[in-house]
Nanobody, 122 residues
């Protein structure tokens, strides 16, 4: 019904930049929040940044001032601009859509993308 497709991961040197994108497709009526989580080997998945349909943002302390999340409600897309990347930013990044309402259905549900690898290394 609803699919999230991520793009933009890769290998970058410390201090470099990457831009992640995620597009949600399907018969979507509304999405409350979209965001990015990450999971490094041996660690729990953690919130990186999220943005509501009204534009309210939330960032992990470790990325504040370096990452910027943006969203296009009409296109159901979310982007994460990552600057001044550090080796500790290395992880699989997952796109999340929270409280998605599918047209013609009842209820709201969350969805995840398949993940995209970000590696920060010299």
């Amino acid at each position: 019904q609803v699919q999230l497709v991520e793009s933009g991961g890769g290998l970058v040197q410390p201090g470099g930049s990457l831009r992640l994108s995620c597009a949600a497709s399907g018969s979507i009526f509304s999405i409350y929040a979209m965001g990015w989580y990450r999971q490094a080997p041996g660690k729990q998945r953690e919130l990186v940044a999220a943005i509501t349909s009204g534009g309210v943002t939330n960032y992990a302390y470790s990325v504040k001032g370096r990452f910027t999340i943006s969203r296009d409600n009409a296109k159901n897309t979310v982007h994460l601009q990552m600057n001044s990347l550090k080796p500790e930013d290395t992880a699989v990044y997952y796109c999340n859509a929270d409280r998605v309402v599918v047209a013609g259905t009842v209820g709201a549900f969350g969805y995840w993308g398949q993940g995209t690898q970000v590696t920060v290394s010299s």
